[in-house]
């Protein structure tokens, strides 16, 4: 079974995934990562190489590599949201995540264009969201607990700015896929949120073929 979960930052896609993954057994890539390492790795380059450097980046990182922690910076998700508006970069992250999606067994995949791009065919498709308001409550108070101050309105400002870079992506911009199921996670807390999402999943697996 094949798991697609997109939606903007912040919305507890992430969450949901790795839930979902431990719940149906599955493998689970969080694919901001792959864009999140590129952007780490041309942080001091100069505006001139820039592009050239995450390309050549985006072809060599390791994915066995990732470090959540030192990729979860609000620093490194500009970056990260930077280096995704080149089409080559996309490109050359594109084949790993297809053949993670692809593997026998199945795979639950988070990001951006997971259920329109890199898995179109996946059994099962949500697109996550949440207000910006609850988005930068809940990761200015994530923020907080790992030490980080970043405060409710400027963590809202960085939100509704990389919305709007996400949104006007050059090299494709984000869209949900027809057949997403949309779960708003607005008014839910994670729990809740994982439970909508288990009763989708268990929905759209009870109408496949084969399932009888
Ligand atoms: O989900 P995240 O916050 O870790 O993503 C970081 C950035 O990476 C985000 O601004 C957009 C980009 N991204 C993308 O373009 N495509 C993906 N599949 C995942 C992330």
Redesign the pocket.
Known sequence: MRIAIDGP?ASGKGTIAKGLAKTFNLPHLD???L??AVGLTVRDVPELNFEEEAIAAARSIDPSQLDPEKLGRAKV?KL??RV?RIPKVREALRDYQVNFANQPGGAVLD????GTTICPDAEVKIFVTASPETRARRRADQMASQGYDIGYDEMLRQIES?DEA?RNNPAGAFYVADEAHLLDTSQLDIEAALRAAIAIVNQAMAGQPGSE
Do not use: C, E, F, V
């Open positions: 930052a694919t901001g990562l864009y999140r998700a990260a949201s995704a990001g951006r264009d997971i990389r996400d």
